[in-house]
């Protein structure tokens, strides 16, 4: 069982740090209500405990959902992290500096509860908040269909993060780390990664690709590749350039996608033999990014 470091008092939410020891801290959970005991002693790390009880298993969770809320209402901005395109090791936007004037707490919004919806102006920031599990992928799909930037924060793994040698957090890392930092946030979905991709797939060329058996291997090829992966050594095409799909377009970085050949196997349609490589290797320039406010 992992250690409580916030409470409830005073209707405010408290770390284990800004009160004093005991039942004289006067401190409740923020779970269940239960009053809390604060644990400040030299053999064990500092921590909240429940008071003739055992521990209602939800308070840590609570707890860091609450001060995570509380801290983004308090602070009114919020590094948000790179951008990167399919395949890409370039990113498509570096971090920025998103500040805002509004916080909405647990709205609805498009069938869906998100935890916090930051607001400054027509522009919006969903914000979740990953504990015990990440945003699952039904929920993912549904923050698509907003067409809102949205941020997944791993809570969880950014608390364990900045425990001490004694066990107890160290809550101004913490809370830095919430606000400055990029290393525990992820993007669940980015309108302008979205229309990036698309304008991609839109320039990308259609090679198609042909099946060719050298030395008993089966080989998947496309010609003219526009990165000159390979060439062909000898023959009347010796020189021209080519590439293996599966060695080579697979993953590459100008390979927008794959399309297959597909066939009906019972009563579903499947994916069987590579047809055309959608490639825009041509293009010299990458998307310009459009940044929402100030880089960091």
């Known amino acids: 069982m992992r250690a409580l470091p916030f409470a409830l008092r005073n209707q405010q939410i408290v770390s284990i740090d800004e009160v004093p020891r005991g039942l004289s801290c006067g401190c409740s959970c923020l779970a269940c209500g239960a009053p809390m005991v604060a644990k400040k002693g030299n053999k064990h790390a500092h921590h909240f405990a429940h008071y003739r009880g055992a521990d ?14 509380a801290l983004f ?31 909405e707490e647990e709205p609805y919004v ?5 935890d916090l919806i930051l ?7 969903l914000l979740e908040i990953a504990v015990t599990h ?12 907003l067409g809102m930037p949205a941020l997944e924060i791993d809570a969880l793994s950014l608390y364990e993060a900045v425990l001490q040698g004694s066990g107890s957090p160290d809550i101004r890392a913490f809370e830095y780390e919430l606000q400055q930092g990029t290393g525990y946030k992820k993007w669940l979905f980015n309108p302008a990664q979205q229309r990036a991709e698309f304008r991609l797939r839109k320039m990308a060329i259609a090679r198609p690709v042909k099946h060719r058996l050298y030395k008993g291997y089966h ?7 526009p990165l000159g992966k390979r060439r062909w050594r000898s023959g009347y095409r010796e ?3 080519f590439a293996n799909v599966t060695q080579d377009c697979m993953h590459c970085p100008r390979c927008a996608f794959l399309e297959y050949e597909t066939e009906y196997v019972g009563y579903q349609e499947v994916p069987l033999l ?15 990014p459009k940044p929402w406010q100030t880089p960091v």
Do not use: M
């Open 274 to 288: 590579p047809a055309r490589v959608h490639c825009w290797g041509h293009l010299t320039n990458r998307p310009k």
């Open 56 to 69: 209602c298993g939800h308070g840590l969770e609570t707890g860091l959902h609450l001060r995570i809320k």
């Open 119 to 125: 607001r400054k102006g027509q522009r919006a920031l």
């Open 134 to 145: 990440q945003t699952p992928p039904r929920k993912q799909q549904k923050l698509r269909k």
């Open 73 to 103: 209402r308090e602070r009114r901005s919020i590094v948000v992290p790179a951008l990167y395109l399919h395949r890409q090791s370039v990113a498509y936007f570096q971090p920025y500096l998103f500040k805002y004037d509004r916080v």
């Open 110 to 114: 498009g069938q869906l509860y998100p």
């Open 219 to 225: 080989q998947y090829v496309t010609t003219d590749c």
């Open 239 to 241: 020189g021209q350039a």
